[in-house]
């Protein structure tokens, strides 16, 4: 597997040696031995599958005091996915990273604990896997507003996204409970 770090250096890039010929393609989308070589080593113990369609944006969601950290990847269609530096002690506190994962592409994306998640389906539909570094504690979930000015996110345009009212209800980072 390569790990390339993005302009947040913890956020990273994971890409799978992909294996193909005229019946298919073959990769290995977990290996943690490979992982911890590669310099990502981290203990995984859940797994979370979603399915949504054009235009739902989910996110930017993340847990206090119970952080994840995720290793995402999407399954069938496209998606735009961020990650937001929510660490004040970080150079990179409020700075935001959006890449494209396809399953065309087969790139997966580790968002570390300290930082929000979200995404954009771009495609008709998208269905996301993850694993989480910890368990999902839902008096622990936070939410930050997914078009804060204050977090600029280049969003794609999509026209307005679907949310969740939770998502809808999300805080400014100004506001927004943030790790130390």
Same mark, same amino acid.
């Given at each position: 597997?390569? +790990?390339?770090?993005?302009? +947040? ?5 994971? @890409?799978? =040696?992909? !294996?193909?010929?005229?019946?298919? !393609?073959?990769? &290995?989308? !977990? ?17 979370? #599958? ?10 930017? #969601?993340?847990?206090? %005091? ?11 269609? @496209?998606? !735009?996915?961020?990650? =937001? ?6 150079? /990179?506190?409020?700075?935001? +990273? ?8 087969? #790139?997966?994306?580790?968002? %570390?604990?300290?930082?929000? #998640? ?8 998208? @269905?996301? /896997? ?10 622990? &979930? ?17 026209? @307005?996204? +679907?949310?969740? &009212? ?10 927004? &409970?943030?790790?130390?």
């Amino acid at each position: 597997m390569k +790990i390339t770090p993005t302009a +947040i250096p913890d956020v990273c890039i994971v @890409e799978p =040696v992909v !294996f193909g010929d005229e019946r298919g !393609f073959f990769f &290995e989308s !977990f290996n943690r031995r490979a992982l911890a070589q590669a310099g990502l080593d981290r203990d995984f113990v859940q797994d979370n #599958h979603s399915r949504s369609r054009r235009g739902v944006l989910r996110g930017l #969601h993340y847990q206090i %005091p119970q952080a994840q950290g995720k290793l995402v990847r999407v399954l069938a269609g @496209e998606i !735009f996915d961020v990650a =937001v530096d929510l660490r004040r002690s970080s150079p /990179f506190f409020g700075r935001s +990273i959006g890449v494209s994962l396809t399953a065309e592409n087969k #790139h997966m994306l580790w968002v %570390p604990e300290g930082f929000a #998640h979200g995404f954009l389906v771009l495609s008709e539909f998208a @269905e996301v /896997f993850y694993k989480t570094t910890s368990y999902y504690a839902p008096k622990c &979930e936070r939410s930050l507003l997914w078009n804060d000015p204050g977090l600029a996110i280049a969003w794609p345009e999509c026209g @307005e996204p +679907i949310l969740s &009212e939770k998502d809808r209800q999300g805080l400014r980072l100004s506001q927004a &409970e943030v790790y130390d």
